[in-house]
């Protein structure tokens, strides 16, 4: 019966400390999810400003006139295009990054589901503690109980000799007795 309970109490130990680990991993992934808000909102506001650009580009284009360009108005475009390219690149940097953060995300819900798992188990042990605890409490009430009854109609010709009704109740005949009822409440 101790053993039992100490397979029980390890048990939850092993539980509690998942719990823990898991939350720390679910804070980590909140952290994360912030991180990957921040990139897709500036990834959005990169991208206007690219398009923004191109649009400004192409108004560039269609009002050029005939005429070569001033020298002024081709390093403005140069510096435009080199922006362009300059932002282009960053958003596709973005979009990778979003990509990986997305897939961690993936990852991490799976791990969160398992979290919850355990927190289920974790549970479900707690409750069936405390049923195993109580009926446990309310046993060896019992027994007391029957100890006081025996002394009082104890017969000491059937007894053998040197023994009492208390002695033979006690130590290793409880546990014997108590085997069954405990091995009811684990499997209930």
Do not use: W
């Amino acid at each position: 019966m101790g053993k039992t309970l100490s397979v029980k109490q390890d048990s939850v130990a092993r539980l509690e400390q998942d719990l823990s680990n898991c939350r720390v991993e679910l804070a980590e992934t909140e952290k994360r999810i912030n991180d990957i808000t921040q990139s897709e909102i500036k990834n959005d506001l990169l991208s206007k400003e690219v398009q923004q650009l191109l649009k400004q580009l192409d108004e560039i284009k269609q009002g050029k006139k005939l005429t070569t360009d001033t020298t002024g108005d081709h390093a403005m475009k140069e510096e435009k295009d080199t922006r362009i390219q300059t932002l282009e690149k960053t958003v596709e940097r973005q979009r990778d990054e979003l990509k990986k953060e997305r897939e961690e995300n993936r990852m991490e819900k799976g791990r969160r589901i398992k979290t919850e798992a355990i927190k289920d188990s974790y549970n479900n042990v707690e409750q069936e503690k405390a049923k195993f605890i109580n009926e446990l409490e309310r046993h060896k009430e019992a027994l007391k109980r029957l100890s006081g009854e025996v002394e009082k109609v104890k017969d000491v010709g059937n007894l053998p000799e040197g023994a009492n009704a208390v002695q033979l109740l006690s130590g290793s005949n409880v546990d014997d007795l108590a085997a069954p009822y405990v091995s009811a409440v684990e499997s209930f």
